[in-house]
């Protein structure tokens, strides 16, 4: 079993919040990160594919591929943007990193089947402190 | 000389961009910065000051104070908020780095005097590939 | 499946030594780490948690009940402490990685299960270069 | 189930090409890294072994003794070395990184079998963005 | 005074070596950098520049142009290459690292100041435990 | 003007105390750190030196040289050690970072001007968030 990873970065706002909840209930439940007016994070993404090792080439997946494939499917659809606002694949989905993760998988899983790879698992770090990794 | 520095971590919502630019112009000059929407940081800051050794406790400066200091002055008014809107010492202000380092340098600057050490340098990093150092 | 990870850290004095070892067999087996003066590390602490994702919150866990409770189980109890003298859930074991990184997990298995998820694994780094994981 | 990790260093000229095609055709599949007059990477390895921890040390492996092997088996060989030219283990592979994790787990596998635990897995970073795992 | 930083990266093999020295003579010199058939690094390059916040922007410098900068006079020129053989702007000097920032150096001071900054200094990292840092 | 920087790491144990003072005043002042029973760190140490480069190799100083003359001069004699307690050139001195960059600049000064260099600045960390920078 061998697995390949690929690291690439993104940077957006974002906000915690229920609109059916009251202030005081979206404060108690997601503290600073319901902030009405924005906060944001330089999100790492970290995506770990897994396959067979092409005999003719050493590689289990061309990362250059790999990494043109996640650029168009997600940074240049999240980096510099509002995950609440302007993500489509966020939405309808609270903007925890939980959600980002899995919403992160379903962009990528068919297109890097179709690269001749399975995706494995879509690590996301919000801070140095905090992270998040889904396998499907 | 020597000097001590305390690292201090916030996170925060801002855009770059004129009000009197057209949105082409806010484009070309702020690129993806512009976004009407907002993007975010995991920032840095790093607070270096100089000053005497106290003889009696080897510390050039108790950094239990200057954490307490840095955290009163910047980290409760910028950390979840957005600079452009929340933040009172960044008013009237582009949000850029640069402009950061400046304003924070300004909070501290009298209050570390008053703590009997002497403020050298503000580093801000807004992502791993860029910082700001700003010297007074 | 998937996991949430919280990093903490704390800093401690310990020494690996088997007292019914002569002085020669302690340096021997445990080499500088058995300096009867001790010595001390900065830990890192990674504690990573699986569990069900609550639609109403996009949260596996409230990442902030969950480093609540390792600051209040595990960070108060080691931090600036002398692992082998005053750390009441190491009492009885050699003070290695792999021990404490088992200690921490059963501190933590249970009051996380009252919160709601299931511990999946307990990270120690003792230095930059290595680095304990214990899976239950 | 437990893990310890032991990071190690090297550095190393290689390039990734097949002598069959033609100039185009390996920058075409290998881009940069076919350059025919080599490039070097920092490569960081991280051996992790899993087993049993002896109640008499608390060690699941000394890590002294498995930082010595992998110094002799791998870092020795390879260590500012050329990876296509030099290095006898990597002898008749491309010198991809996934090659090269699989290569150091067989050189590995076995010394650390007999020093009483069990190789779970060789991790490669190449860059900062890139990493290999391979599990056996 | 305020300084602002960039960062990039680029690979390459080396050699350190003297042709009119025997071989015993460069390897005692400079050990295994000397080794005939190369080595290599993932070097980090931070360029710092100083000079004036333009009011309207806030901006010391444009960052997306300076890095546009760097990458066409140096990063082009050097990433994925052998610095003995083939880097113009290295020919003629031993291929050390003192050598390359005050080469890049050269490089970028005019760029530059074209741009309306200062070059303040040329930081290059061969790996995380050596640094060289260039002030002209 | 060139810099050039070494990074070695070493661990030890420490305490922040004065005999003369009450256990609370002790409390009261050093925090944590005045804990009887000792704790520690895993502390870095950068050795920046500057000069001129020999022509010949292209070196300020030969870093092989310089790194085995800070493991001789500090990392031996305070590695895995009580700096309170074993470490000649610490004694005397309250253990903060600030008088261990000063001791250790002045153990380095004059063998590094013996290799031909001049020490320019001694740095340390204590821990990822505090650091301190002597400068003679």
Request: hydrophobic share 35%.
């Amino acid at each position: 079993m061998i697995h390949i990873t690929r690291r690439e970065r993104f940077n957006a706002a974002h906000r915690l919040f229920k609109p059916e909840y009251s202030d005081e209930k979206n404060l108690q439940v997601f503290g600073k990160c319901s902030n009405p007016n924005w906060h944001g994070h330089n999100y790492e993404l970290f995506v770990t594919v897994s396959g067979e090792i092409d005999p003719e080439t050493g590689f289990l997946i061309n990362l250059k591929g790999l990494s043109k494939l996640i650029r168009e499917r997600i940074i240049e659809k999240i980096d510099h943007k509002n995950i609440n606002l302007e993500v489509e694949f966020m939405k309808g989905r609270m903007a925890s990193t939980e959600n980002l993760a899995i919403a992160i998988w379903e962009q990528l899983e068919k297109p890097i089947l179709a690269l001749g790879s399975k995706l494995h698992c879509i690590k996301v770090y919000e801070s140095e402190n905090n992270y998040v990794e889904y396998f499907g």
